[in-house]
C-alpha cells in the first residue's frame, strides 16, 4: 500500500513539476486526438444526420456496419494502415509511417464510426417536427439538415465527446503507427504502457492521472454547455 | 378567376390502412377555408400536401402561379402551422426571423415585421422570451406569428383553435377573417362545425381520406369587393390573443 502512496505522491510532485517530457507527451495526445476528432466529425456528423434522414436500398446494413465499425479494435486499424503506410504499402512514398500524422489517421478511423453512430442516434431521438417546420418556413432540405443539427446540438457534442474519448485512450493505434518516439509521437497512453514495464510506475501514475483530468475536463465542458 | 393552388389525381399512402385520394381540388386566391372532418379523416394530410411538403406518390399539387420554380421556392409562398408546433431553440424573435432570414430579409425590416407580427397575434414586447419558457397558448400566438410574418400566398392552419381560450377566440377568429383582406388564402382544419359559418368560410369536407363534398357551402367573397391587396400587417387590437 505504501508503494501506491509513495507513487501517488512522486506522480503528483512530477505534474506540478512541470516535467519537460510530461509536456510533450500531454501536448502530443492532445493535438493528435483534437486532429483526429475534427477530422472525424467532418465525415462523421454529415454522415450520421443523412443516415438518419434519408431512406435508401442498402441503408440498414450501412447501419449495421457501422455499428460493427464502433467496435473496431485499435490495433486491427494500426495493423491495416501500417500496411498502407509502410515502404511497400500505397501510401509508402510519403514516408508518413511513424509521424503524428499517420496517427491522426489511425484515429480518425477510429473515431468516425462513434461520432456518426451516435450523431444518426441524435437525429433519430428528434422531435420529428423539427424538419417539417423549418421546410414549411421556407428552407431547403439542407438549410432544414443544418436546423436540426442546431436543435440536436448537446446530442452533437456528445457524440463529439465519445469519439475524443475513443481516441485519447487508445493504445494500439499510436503505437503501431506512432511507434512511441519520444518527443514526436509519444502519447500519453503508449507512454504509460512504456513507462509501467520500465517499472517507473509513478510516471506512468502521472501520466494516468492528466489522462483522467483530461477526461473529467471534456465532461464538465459539456455540463457547462448543456446547463446554457 | 384563375386558382391558387390545385390537386389532381393525390393519392398519399400512409401505412396500409389509411391514404388520402383526392380526385381533383381547386383553391381561389384570398379566401378562407375550412377543412372539417372526424378524426383520421385525413384533414392533417391533406394540409402537408398542400403546404408542399413531400412530393405526392401519385398525381400532383402546384401552385400556379408559380409552376416554373423549384419546389423550396414554391414552398415559401406557403406556410404551414400545425396543431402542436415546434418553436426553434432560441427567443421568440429568433423564431421569427428564421423565414425571414432564409428570404434575405434583416436589418430594420426584418425587426419592423417581427414587432408588427407579433402585436398582431396580441404578444407585444415578446420578442426576447426564451421560446422553450412559453406557454401552450404563447407557443401557438408564436407559431402564427412566425408565420404571418413571412406573408403567404397560403397559410395553413391544422385546428388553430384547439388551445386556445374562449377569451382569445373571437380575436383571433378577427384576425383569421381578415386575413383575406392582406392577400392571403387560409386553410384551417376544426372540429367545431359552427366556426366556418362564423368566419364566412368554404367547407371542405373530408372523410376516410376523400373529399365528401367540393362545392364551397358557405359562399362568403364577393370578388367585386377587395380587389386589392390592403397594407400589410396592422396590429389587430386583439385582448388576448
Known amino acids: ?228 | 378567376m384563375e386558382s391558387l393552388i390545385h390537386l389532381r389525381d393525390l393519392c398519399i399512402r400512409q401505412g396500409e390502412n389509411f391514404s388520402l385520394s383526392i380526385e381533383h381540388l381547386e383553391l381561389l386566391p384570398r379566401r378562407i377555408y375550412a377543412l372539417t372532418g372526424p378524426n383520421g379523416a385525413g384533414k392533417s394530410t391533406l394540409l402537408r400536401s398542400l403546404a408542399l411538403l413531400s412530393p405526392p406518390a401519385q398525381g400532383c399539387v402546384s401552385l400556379c402561379a408559380a409552376e416554373t420554380e423549384t419546389l423550396a421556392q414554391q414552398r415559401r409562398r406557403v406556410t404551414l402551422v400545425e396543431q402542436s408546433p415546434y418553436l426553434l431553440a432560441g427567443s421568440v424573435s429568433d423564431n421569427l426571423a428564421f423565414g425571414l432570414k432564409l428570404r434575405g430579409i434583416r436589418g430594420k425590416e426584418q425587426q419592423g415585421r417581427i414587432t408588427s407580427a407579433l402585436a398582431m397575434v396580441g404578444l407585444d414586447g415578446f420578442e426576447q422570451r426564451k421560446a422553450n419558457k412559453l406557454s401552450g397558448g404563447e407557443v401557438q400566438r408564436v407559431a402564427l406569428a412566425r408565420a404571418l410574418v413571412l406573408r403567404p400566398q397560403l397559410l395553413l392552419l391544422d385546428e388553430p383553435t384547439a388551445n386556445i381560450d374562449r377569451k382569445s377566440l373571437q380575436a383571433f377568429e378577427e384576425l383569421l377573417g381578415r386575413l383575406p383582406d392582406y392577400g392571403v388564402t387560409v386553410v384551417f382544419s376544426t372540429h367545431d362545425l359552427a366556426q366556418p359559418e362564423r368566419l364566412g368560410a368554404e367547407m371542405i369536407r373530408i372523410e376516410n381520406g376523400r373529399l365528401l363534398d367540393e362545392s364551397p357551402r358557405v359562399a362568403k367573397y364577393n370578388d367585386n369587393q377587395q380587389t386589392e391587396k390592403k397594407a400589410w400587417l396592422k396590429p389587430l387590437n386583439a385582448q388576448g390573443l
Open chain 1, 1 to 228: 500500500m505504501d508503494y501506491l502512496f509513495e507513487s501517488l505522491r512522486d506522480a503528483i510532485e512530477l505534474i506540478f513539476a512541470f516535467d519537460r517530457e510530461v509536456q510533450a507527451t500531454v501536448w502530443t495526445s492532445l493535438y493528435t486526438s483534437c486532429a483526429a476528432i475534427v477530422l472525424a466529425a467532418i465525415v462523421a456528423v454529415p454522415a450520421g444526420v443523412l443516415l438518419g434522414l434519408t431512406r435508401f436500398p442498402g441503408r440498414r446494413l450501412l447501419v449495421t456496419l457501422l455499428n460493427t465499425l464502433m467496435a473496431l479494435p485499435t490495433v486491427v486499424v494500426g495493423l491495416v494502415l501500417f500496411g498502407v503506410f509502410s515502404r511497400q504499402g500505397p501510401l509508402g512514398s510519403f514516408g508518413l509511417l511513424f509521424t503524428p500524422v499517420a496517427m491522426i489517421a489511425g484515429q480518425m478511423v477510429l473515431a468516425t464510426p462513434v461520432v456518426a453512430h451516435y450523431v444518426l442516434a441524435a437525429v433519430k431521438g428528434s422531435d420529428a417536427r423539427i424538419m417539417n417546420t423549418a421546410l414549411t418556413l421556407g428552407a431547403s432540405r439542407f438549410q432544414a439538415g443544418v436546423q436540426l443539427l442546431r436543435e440536436i446540438r448537446f446530442g452533437v457534442i456528445a457524440a463529439v465527446v465519445a469519439g475524443f474519448g475513443r481516441v485519447i485512450a487508445e493504445v494500439g493505434v499510436a503505437m503501431m503507427l506512432g511507434g512511441n518516439i519520444r518527443g514526436s509521437t509519444r502519447t500519453m497512453t503508449t507512454a504509460i504502457a512504456l513507462e509501467t514495464s520500465k517499472g517507473e510506475f509513478a510516471m506512468g501514475l502521472s501520466l494516468g492521472i492528466v489522462l483522467l483530468s483530461v477526461a473529467l475536463g471534456v465532461n464538465l465542458f459539456l455540463n457547462l454547455l448543456q446547463q446554457r
